[in-house]
């Protein structure tokens, strides 16, 4: 008995131990400034960088490094650590975005609170499929959001947008950091926007070669993205989904490399969509006649392309693409093609595509 009660207090000591050795970082205060926390007792120097501001971390007499930044901007926010000039992630924090880079996030929550924030409002659902592409070879997935209320087994058809992502992502990027299943379910709860069914599927249907300039493998990459959404996941989905089968419901967008996708596909297509949306996108780059010749639908005295209520290429100011989405809206200005080019303030970052996917959901889809 003895025996039992000394290894039910060695247990309990080491699990005491365990659990005061968790730290709580990041650790987001009322107003609105973030504690971070680090073990790191070894480390010479640590730093935080979030937000634009790079935070000195002081060590503890028990190797816990700390610091708190000023007040943040109501937002998802992105951050690492730099111990000793490398760079580290917070082990402390499970909100990661985990692609082609790995990065911790903190919410920094608004009051009202934020589109993009979970809200207490009816939700939809997010299916992860997998389909069968002809056009690859092989199957993939695709995420789907559908609104709150729908019923597979009801009459009722919806709208539908297909979203898709950037290089560096994969079909989750669209909700996981993006949040536009949050966005779409406080725009529906509001009464702003009219309930929708949201397609994002993974975006590399080529196999990705880092040692490939992105440029080169775009090519290859956006001829496959054209083929199997328009022959593959556009029938299945409206095999497997209450969505309406005609143009003037059917949307397209996306953002950086997601934004060439929408452009590529959307005009390659332009019976299939009403509306494309290049949110800081990787557009063509391609001469005035090179343009005409891939895309008919910008060429004549009556470019196809003006059939479209929308097409509408948003930007930050200081964009690397910036030049590139100039250059390509001066051209639709050469061609005639009706179009809305609009440059915001920032750089190619989620805080401006959060901002545009609410717009562009409001301009197909809103109540008025």
């Keep these: 008995m003895l025996r039992f009660l000394v290894l039910v207090l060695a247990m309990t000591s080491s699990a005491t131990v365990s659990f005061a050795q968790n730290l709580v970082s990041p650790d987001v205060a009322d107003d609105r400034r973030v504690t971070f926390r680090l073990r790191a007792p070894a480390a010479s120097s640590a730093e935080v960088r979030v937000a634009g501001q790079k935070l000195t ?209 959307g005009l390659q297509n332009i019976e299939l969509f009403s509306s494309i949306a290049a949110f800081s996108a990787a557009t063509p780059q391609l001469e005035l006649e090179a343009l005409k010749a891939k895309y008919p639908s910008l060429a004549g005295d009556s470019p196809a392309a003006n059939t479209l209520k929308h097409l509408w290429i948003p930007i930050g100011d200081t964009d690397f693409l910036l030049d590139r989405n100039e250059r390509f809206a001066a051209q639709l200005t050469e061609l005639g093609i009706k179009h809305t080019y609009i440059k915001s303030k920032g750089g190619h970052e989620w805080k401006l595509w959060r901002e545009y996917l609410p717009e562009f959901l409001l301009m197909v889809n809103g109540t008025k």
Excluded: C
């Excluded at 929550?109 to 592409?133: C, F, K, N, W």
């Excluded at 002809?134 to 009459?155: C, E, F, L, S």
């Excluded at 058809?157 to 297909?162: A, D, G, M, N, W």
């Excluded at 493998?217 to 989904?241: A, G, H, K, R, S």
């Design 57 to 265: 971390m002081v060590k503890n007499d028990q190797g816990v490094w700390t610091a708190t930044s000023e007040p943040l901007v109501p937002m998802l926010h992105d951050y690492s650590f730099v111990v000793d000039g490398t760079t580290m992630m917070d082990l402390s924090n499970r909100v990661v975005k985990k692609w082609l880079t790995m990065g911790n996030m903190v919410e920094v929550p608004g009051d009202p609170p934020l589109l993009t924030e979970q809200q207490a409002v009816p939700h939809g659902a997010i299916h992860r499929m997998m389909y069968q592409s002809k056009a690859v070879g092989h199957d993939r997935a695709v995420m789907v959001y559908t609104p709150p209320g729908y019923n597979a087994k009801d009459v009722t058809e919806y709208p539908v947008l297909y979203l898709a992502h950037g290089y560096g992502d994969d079909e989750t990027a669209w909700t996981e950091v993006g949040r536009a299943h949050f966005i779409a379910d406080n725009l529906i709860a509001q009464g702003k926007l009219k309930p929708i069914i949201i397609v994002m599927p993974f975006g590399h249907p080529s196999k990705l070669n880092l040692k490939q300039q992105p440029d080169n493998y775009f090519v290859q990459n956006n001829l496959l993205y054209e083929q199997d959404l328009t022959v593959d996941l556009l029938p299945f989905i409206e095999v497997n989904f209450n969505v309406r089968q005609n143009a003037d419901a059917r949307f397209i967008a996306g953002l950086s490399m997601g934004g060439g996708h929408a452009l590529d596909t």
